[in-house]
């Protein structure tokens, strides 16, 4: 059974920072890219930001420079550290594996302006 759960998701007013962490079970992640999603209402959802196995990271051009997306290997664990957050920064996160093969239930991310 793969699961991938998310947390660290909440409320937060702009300016501020939260870190995501999806956990992996049933399934190493060693060998596989990783990334963040977000879905905002009125919406599709959009990539934020990925890496792959061997540590290469891409972002969206609208969080580039405030997100940062790490893997601890050892702990089976994708991060998503997002500072100088903003109102439009607001949505559910979700992580996913292999470009969409696994995806966990999200965390919603709320930013008060």
């Known amino acids: 059974q793969v699961q991938l759960v998310e947390s660290g998701g909440g409320l937060v007013q702009a300016g501020g920072s939260l870190r995501l962490s999806c956990a992996a079970s049933?399934?190493?992640?060693?060998?596989?890219?990783m990334g963040w999603y977000r879905q905002t209402p009125g919406k599709r959802r959009e990539s934020v930001a990925t890496?792959?196995?061997?540590?290469?990271?891409n972002y969206s051009d609208s969080v580039k420079g405030r997100f940062t997306i790490s893997r601890d290997d050892a702990k089976n664990t994708v991060y998503l550290q997002m500072n100088d957050l903003k109102f439009e920064d607001t949505g559910v996160y979700s992580c996913?594996?292999?470009?969409?093969?696994?995806w966990g239930q999200g965390t919603q991310v709320t930013v008060s302006s």
């Open positions: 049933g399934i190493a992640i060693r060998f596989s890219a």
């Open positions: 996913t594996m292999r470009s969409g093969a696994y």
């Open positions: 890496i792959t196995s061997d540590g290469r990271t």
